[in-house]
């Protein structure tokens, strides 16, 4: 079975879980979760490098408090996308927020923050990744009894924050990280 879901570029910024469950089921897409209205300097770092590189497009609920936390990263990060699902869409007997939206609404704005044609769900964003595992296990990033704490610096200081491997691989290539980069950090980690 295949996935039918639209594949987008940009990583998509909730506040919660709730929303990241449901825009997972209306597209294909990193979703980074802001897990309220504070927003930590090392998330306004990864938006930023996300801006630059792929794009992020801001889906908060459509009430005050989201409307703040819209406010509030567009200050703090220029060039985000917008993404807006009626108030009336998002409406339940549980309250007002993303989660009570259906995935049609959400794809819908999504698509339209965008202002222009999605990729399929076979494309994919990038051609080829640009690091591997074999770049993890030949820099001690993974099966090593140090990785953990190899990542979390490393991470750190390529502005990527920390994961486990799977997620630190994923981090790199999504948010753009170079070769140069990555090398330079190493051979800083290793001095």
Do not use: C
């Not at 039918?4 to 597209?27: M, N, W």
């Not at 979760?33 to 630059?52: H, K, N, P, Q």
């Amino acid at each position: 079975m295949t996935d039918s879901r639209p594949k987008l570029r940009e990583v998509v910024v909730v506040e919660g879980l709730h929303d990241k469950q449901r825009v997972d089921e209306a597209v294909d897409a990193e979703v980074l979760i802001l897990g309220g209205d504070r927003v930590s300097r090392r998330t306004v770092d990864l938006l930023r490098r996300a801006v630059e590189v792929r794009g992020a497009i801001v889906l908060t609920d459509p009430d005050g408090a989201g409307e703040r936390i819209r406010r509030r990263l567009d200050q703090l990060v220029p060039g985000l996308l917008h993404a807006h699902v009626r108030r009336a869409s998002a409406a339940s007997s549980r309250g007002i927020g993303i989660e009570h939206a259906s995935a049609e609404d959400v794809r819908r704005a999504l698509i339209e923050a965008r202002g222009r044609e999605t990729l399929s769900a076979e494309q994919s964003f990038g051609e080829t990744p640009e690091f591997t595992l074999d770049d993890l296990a030949r820099h001690r990033l993974v099966h090593h009894p140090d990785a953990a704490s190899r990542r979390e610096r490393l991470g750190e200081w390529l502005g990527i924050g920390y994961g486990n491997a799977k997620a630190f691989l994923h981090k790199l290539n999504a948010y753009g990280v170079t070769r140069e980069a990555f090398e330079e950090a190493v051979r800083r980690l290793d001095g």
